[in-house]
């Protein structure tokens, strides 16, 4: 080979990981090594200064699927997924709808949808703390009106897990509109005026050209809302602290109270691999369909 | 055609009115704040105005040093992913190198290894670098940004070559052309991930909850937290008084580049 041409090679192969060092050496740090190490902990009995920790692989997963606390925990979460997820995926599309129509106000109809992603989840928490006192909050003043008595809404274990779901959908609805809008508006406009002249209603037209052509959109945001479900916890800390008998208690609450409240990190280091695992699935199915999108274009 | 109206006006009452349920949270939060403790929840539209719930939250908690804290944090981590990431993905998108490839989807795959899921293990290692109750310790885990990384190297293969020769004819070095040539070409991707990243950890609760220990290094969303927690005892209107103090900042910011915001993250969020 041209020694001139494999001189520049080897410089831009030093060039190339002199620029990468920095970000490989933190994200080794605080993401790579992170992953390798849970794993390996969560193979670890919990060691006590009398008792040093030992390797019982099985033991720590057999443990935490024998706890009743994990199948809780772990259906709580599944509950908050399945609701979060679709309701606030078909309130975000309703809103692009809306705030893509010709309609009074529409930029302050707009900001009014986008407003709770901008606040702290634990701010939005405190704001959602006086819907739901018991009694003298806003939700019960109304319902008092019809008749109804005060419900604890936040100490009920029947309704605790709702009262968080529904604050997650408040905060996350505006935000997924944001990209159900911009999908919207690279829609051309004659393909509703074609539609019309077809003879198309409303609804036909929603559901024959809209929704296939938002389809590539709907799946970007249901892979964000995914991860959401696993990373939206915050307000738990105000609202409920998982309570009332871990009626409301979602998994990364659950790996934070083991690790730092219980000092349990085998235990959350196991559960932690478990939520690693589903994360690694559904960036398969981002991938997946990220390639498919390509083809579609 | 009235048929068509009518429709249209029943759409703008739906928008209407979606909307006002969206910020109702807000108002009634307003409404607590202006009202004093006992009076608040009557909803008596003319109860007497007071401005005392503030006072009371300010004087109760050091907001000034939490507000340094955030702003500290997110500055922080903001420089530190701006080099980074440029680097980074300068490295990606113009070097050809052995491996290459294999990184960038070890890179990608951080974008679901989410630094939340990994408490744990990087507590430790926060521990273990001596950095734990500190800014640096609550900022270095989202340093390096998988999605910075990747946002900077699409915007840099979008750069013609031809640009990036001339500069080169010139006599530019390697760090010339990506400061003078890649860095400036990109200007609104930085423009959009700043605003992302700003408001992602002005709001980030957590990690910085995990790390934090003393109200010299505390943020503000731990702070508030703090204060407002049930149990705390304080009165709603004053919790009220305090959250919409700790959300005004990031709130009237939004509500003045409403636009700028909402275009950074349709930028950041659609590749």
Known sequence: MDPILRNRRRRQALYGWMLLSPSLVLLSLFAFLPTATTAWSSLFSRGTPRRPAVFNAPDGYAD??????????????????????????????????????????RGLVRSAYFTPTVLP????????????????????????????????????????????????????????????????????????EAARIEGAGRLTYFRRVLLPLLMPTTVFVFINALINSVKMIDHLFILTKGGPDNASKLILYWIWEMAFSFF??????????????????????QFRVLDRRVHYR | MSAR?????????????????WVAPLV????????????ALDFDLGAPLTLANFETAWVAAPWATYVAN?????????????????LAGFAFARFSFFGRDTLFVLVLMQLFILPEVL???????????????????MGLPYVASAFGIFLLRQAFKSVPLELEEAARVEGCSWMGVLWRVYVPAARPVYLAYALVSVATHWNNFLWPLIVSQSAEVR???????????????VDITVVSAATLMTVAPLLLAFLIFQRQFIQAFLRAGIR
């Open chain 2, 70 to 86: 955030t702003v500290m944090l997110v500055a922080f981590i903001l420089a530190g992913q701006l080099v980074l990431c440029t």
């Open chain 2, 119 to 137: 408490i744990v293990e990087n507590y430790a290692m926060t521990a273990r670098l001596g950095l734990v109750d500190s800014i640096a310790g």
């Open chain 1, 64 to 105: 935490l699927f024998a706890d009743p606390t994990f199948w809780t925990v772990a259906g709580n979460n599944l509950i908050y997924a399945a609701v979060v997820i679709p309701v606030s995926i078909v309130l975000a599309l309703v809103m692009a709808l809306y705030a893509d129509a010709k309609i009074p106000a």
């Open chain 2, 28 to 39: 009634f939060a307003a409404w607590a704040a202006v009202h004093p403790p006992g009076a």
């Open chain 2, 219 to 233: 943020p503000l969303t731990v702070g508030l937290s703090l204060f407002g927690a049930p149990e705390s005892g």
């Open chain 1, 121 to 192: 989840m634990i701010a939005a928490a405190n704001l959602w703390l006086f819907f739901y006192t018991p009694g003298l909050g806003v939700i019960d003043s109304i319902t008092a009106l019809f008749g109804a008595a005060p419900v604890n809404w936040l100490g009920s274990p029947g309704t605790a897990l709702g009262a968080v779901i529904v604050v997650t959908v408040w905060k996350e609805a505006g935000f997924f509109m944001i990209f159900y809008l911009a999908a919207l508006q690279t829609i051309p406009p004659d393909l509703r």
């Open chain 2, 5 to 21: 109206r009518l429709l249209a006006r029943l759409d703008a009452a739906g928008a209407l009115l979606l909307a006002l349920v």
């Open chain 1, 264 to 285: 349990d990190q085998p235990h959350a280091a196991a559960m932690t691999v478990l939520v690693l695992l589903v994360l690694a699935a559904a960036a398969l199915l």
